[in-house]
């Protein structure tokens, strides 16, 4: 622990203790969690941020959208607008945020994408404008304890479990470790490739030292497609790669780069949900300038890329070679199945208890 960490260890007491209060509140009934007809299924982490939850999200949407009429409720993070909205065509990530716009650029003629702060109120008007969805799987609503959801799937990653971290703001933690029991499947993610049985006996062990009772534990880590441009030029993906990114940690991208025998000379990273201003473009040009002499690419991920794709930035780095890296969740097959069997298994039988 570092020293400024002792400083601010009174701030994470006080933390700790209003949001322990909170959470003893809904489990005493004082305050109360509202369920639903329709089978809810939360992807959420007791850290902030950067587990993996939107690709997470894809995967579950990968997997189902085929078998059942699925929604997505996110609270839009980093949107301009307030209350519930429907994803439409005339959309933009500023109206429902960058991650909700991601996915329904990718899934809109498979899903239904909403976003709205209070869920238990944009539930209704997702189900009164497409009475057709079989479930709803919400993004990052762990603790969004007025939604009595049918399905914790509670993510943490390998590189910083959630217990070896700490409450905020000594640490990155939104709550305490016991909560996770809030959970009924926990998923480390951003494993490394072929991690060893007794390294995921490790974190099974570790992690169950906070479970007061068994829950499934699962690995995933993440594999990066290929990339390709942000506006469709004739161009191929250079050895030289500059890294723009806003994301919580960009260090995972780039050693798949160098795992793939790419050079990154650089990395422009902005903060978590960075919404781009005609100064960060000019930054990317400096940089690209910079080491063109070297036959560069600028490489950047979906999430970034729905808000670069803006017409007044796009003008900007006209003529730069912009790439993106798709990402997607990767298990074991046997792990998969399990998970997924899971979640069929609750979409199909609530869906049948409530026709009856």
Do not use: W
């Amino acid at each position: 622990m570092r020293f400024v960490d002792f400083l601010l260890f009174p701030f994470a007491l006080i933390y700790d203790g209003a949001t322990a209060l909170r959470n003893r509140m809904f489990d005493v009934g004082l305050k109360k969690s509202q369920p639903f007809e329709v089978p809810t299924i939360v992807v959420g982490n007791l850290a902030v941020g950067g587990t993996g939850k939107t690709p997470f999200v894809e995967f579950l949407l990968n997997r189902l959208s085929g078998k059942f009429h699925l929604s997505v409720l996110s609270r839009g993070y980093g949107r301009k607008t307030l209350g519930y909205k429907l994803a439409t065509e005339d959309c933009s990530p500023e109206e429902i945020g960058d991650e909700p716009f991601q996915i329904y650029s990718k899934y809109k003629n498979k899903v239904c994408v909403a976003v709205g702060e209070e869920r238990i109120l944009a539930i209704p008007m997702i189900l009164a404008g497409n009475p057709e969805v079989e479930a709803i799987v919400l993004d990052d609503a762990f603790q969004h304890r007025y939604l009595l959801a049918d399905l914790n799937i509670m993510l943490t990653t390998y590189q910083r479990p959630f217990f070896s971290d700490y409450l905020l703001p000594v640490g990155r933690l939104r709550e305490g470790r016991v909560n996770i029991n809030r959970a009924d499947i926990i998923v480390v993610t951003k494993c490394p490739q072929n991690l060893s049985e007794q390294k995921k006996n490790d974190y099974k062990t570790k992690t169950s030292a906070y479970l007061n009772s068994a829950k499934p534990i699962y690995f995933a880590g993440l594999k990066y497609g290929e990339p390709y441009t942000l506006v469709k030029e004739d161009v191929t993906l250079r050895d030289n790669i500059i890294l723009v990114t806003g994301i919580v940690d960009p260090e995972p991208i780039r050693l798949a780069l160098e795992g793939k025998g790419k050079r990154v000379l650089e990395i422009l990273a902005f903060p978590d949900h960075h919404a781009y201003k005609a100064q960060d473009m000019e930054r990317i040009t400096e940089i690209y300038r910079k080491h063109s002499a070297k036959s560069v690419s600028i490489l950047t991920t979906e999430k970034d890329a729905v808000k670069l794709k803006d017409n007044k930035l796009l003008e900007m780095i006209k003529g730069i070679p912009v790439f993106v890296l798709p990402v997607e969740i990767e298990m074991t097959l046997n792990e998969e199945e399990q998970l997924l069997n899971r979640v069929e298994s609750l979409i199909i039988n609530k869906n049948a208890e409530s026709e009856i």
